[in-house]
């Protein structure tokens, strides 16, 4: 009998894949180049590896290299960037960051929702997790067989920018933190903070804004407004602008409502969100 060979290993950049696992060659790996820390996330989602504990417990005691360099470096964001370009790959390793801590230190807008309460009585998560939930679901839309979700998957299908949604669900509730009745206004300014640290283009930049400032807007204009009217279509379209961001926040709604409880997204609901959707498209083109 021939004895078992060990499995192999795979090494790349200072870092080694084993049994599923990514380990780090070094315990001074991050000291020698800061932005591992972020390239490590990158070749664990690309690899479909999780972080081996030791590594997990190394980013936690390394997080103060996360500084404001860290945080406004060009290399970081592009793989940051990279990382929520990914569709359907996001969530996952976005969990994993912030369960090591290093999402609150990399973007200090979202650490402050960790575990913080909501209150109101439809959600069923703590912020974060609210979120990260979110998240989760729009990853789903990329390959459901769901046929209640075949118009969404399309849309998220064919989204250019899958970034700007990713970043805009990340960023949706943040001003919760600032405990203001009405938060969006919050979320939208921290949005153009983290917009421009991240040196997003003009547009995108924009977008993200939009998106996060109106996060409630189409749900809302179903729910409480005449669909029917005229007056009801051309406002919801004027705040919306384009068929681009008006597809985004389809998608931005879906997961934000799903996200919240499972009875807060009903088959009631997405006959009017799909009906206004249908004539503000028409309406902007």
């Given at each position: 009998l021939f004895a078992a060979r060990a499995p192999r290993s795979e090494h790349f950049y200072g870092f080694f894949a084993k049994d599923g696992l990514l380990h780090a060659e070094s315990p001074t790996i991050f000291a020698q180049d800061?932005?591992?820390?972020?390239?490590m996330f990158q070749?664990?989602?690309?690899?479909?590896?999780?972080?081996?504990?030791?590594l997990c417990d190394l980013v936690r005691k390394r997080l103060s290299l996360v500084n404001r360099t860290f945080q406004y470096s060009r290399a970081a964001r592009e793989v940051f960037l990279a990382i929520l370009s990914r569709k359907g790959e996001v969530g996952r390793i976005l969990r994993v960051m912030h369960e090591t801590d290093f999402l609150g230190r990399y973007l200090p807008e979202?650490?402050?929702?960790?575990?913080l309460v909501q209150h109101e009585f439809f959600h069923r998560y703590t912020a974060d997790e609210h979120t990260l939930v979110c998240i989760d679901k729009l990853d789903e839309l990329i390959d459901t067989e769901n046929p209640k979700l075949q118009g969404y998957r399309a849309l998220f299908q064919q989204c250019d920018t899958p970034s700007t949604l990713y970043l805009a669900l990340l960023m949706h509730d943040t001003g919760k933190a600032e405990h203001r009745r009405h938060h969006e206004e919050a979320s939208a300014m921290l949005a153009t903070k983290v917009g421009r640290r991240l040196q997003l283009p003009p547009a995108q930049r924009r977008a993200?804004?939009?998106?996060?400032?109106?996060?409630?807007?189409?749900?809302k204009t179903a729910q409480s407004r005449n669909l029917e009217d005229t007056a009801t279509i051309s406002h919801f379209a004027g705040i919306v602008q384009s068929a681009e961001n008006l597809d985004s926040l389809m998608l931005v709604t879906l997961a934000d409502g799903q996200g919240t409880s499972d009875k807060n997204w009903s088959d009631w609901m997405v006959g009017l969100v799909w009906q206004l959707y249908a004539s503000a498209r028409a309406y902007l083109e």
């Amino acid at each position: 009998l021939f004895a078992a060979r060990a499995p192999r290993s795979e090494h790349f950049y200072g870092f080694f894949a084993k049994d599923g696992l990514l380990h780090a060659e070094s315990p001074t790996i991050f000291a020698q180049d800061p932005q591992r820390l972020m390239r490590m996330f990158q070749h664990a989602q690309v690899r479909r590896l999780a972080l081996a504990p030791d590594l997990c417990d190394l980013v936690r005691k390394r997080l103060s290299l996360v500084n404001r360099t860290f945080q406004y470096s060009r290399a970081a964001r592009e793989v940051f960037l990279a990382i929520l370009s990914r569709k359907g790959e996001v969530g996952r390793i976005l969990r994993v960051m912030h369960e090591t801590d290093f999402l609150g230190r990399y973007l200090p807008e979202f650490g402050r929702l960790t575990c913080l309460v909501q209150h109101e009585f439809f959600h069923r998560y703590t912020a974060d997790e609210h979120t990260l939930v979110c998240i989760d679901k729009l990853d789903e839309l990329i390959d459901t067989e769901n046929p209640k979700l075949q118009g969404y998957r399309a849309l998220f299908q064919q989204c250019d920018t899958p970034s700007t949604l990713y970043l805009a669900l990340l960023m949706h509730d943040t001003g919760k933190a600032e405990h203001r009745r009405h938060h969006e206004e919050a979320s939208a300014m921290l949005a153009t903070k983290v917009g421009r640290r991240l040196q997003l283009p003009p547009a995108q930049r924009r977008a993200l804004v939009l998106l996060v400032d109106n996060h409630y807007l189409l749900s809302k204009t179903a729910q409480s407004r005449n669909l029917e009217d005229t007056a009801t279509i051309s406002h919801f379209a004027g705040i919306v602008q384009s068929a681009e961001n008006l597809d985004s926040l389809m998608l931005v709604t879906l997961a934000d409502g799903q996200g919240t409880s499972d009875k807060n997204w009903s088959d009631w609901m997405v006959g009017l969100v799909w009906q206004l959707y249908a004539s503000a498209r028409a309406y902007l083109e």
